[in-house]
Nanobody, 121 residues
């Protein structure tokens, strides 16, 4: 089995910062990439950013310059540093991974349960 666990969400004032973490564990032969989506009430899930385990991150235009994705390969962990937060960043943030379960297997994705981020005064 695979586990993907997010942490770090909460309530923050506009202009503030939060750091989300996401740790993957379990039956993972090779981790290819990790990333984040978010979903606000009544809206579709929105891409936030992704980072391959051997390359540079890529983020949505709506968060560039404010959000930074980084990783710890040894810990199978990805971080989302969110600065200059706005009320419109309020959402449930979901972490996902793309991985191989064993040698020769195809790619699979797996999602966490999400962590709530609320930006409000």
């Amino acid at each position: 089995q695979v586990q993907v666990v997010e942490s770090g969400g909460g309530l923050v004032q506009p202009g503030g910062s939060l750091r989300l973490s996401c740790a993957a564990s379990g039956s993972i032969f090779r981790l290819l990439s990790m990333g984040w989506y978010r979903q606000s009430p009544g809206k579709q899930r929105e891409f936030v950013g992704t980072i391959p385990m051997d390359g540079n991150s890529n983020g949505a235009d709506s968060v560039k310059g404010r959000f930074t994705i980084s990783r710890d390969n040894a810990q199978h962990t990805v971080y989302l540093q969110m600065n200059s937060l706005k009320p419109e960043d309020t959402a449930v943030y979901y972490c996902y991974i793309v991985y191989n379960a064993f040698i020769g297997s195809g790619f699979k994705d797996y999602w966490g349960q999400g962590t709530q981020v609320t930006v409000s005064s």
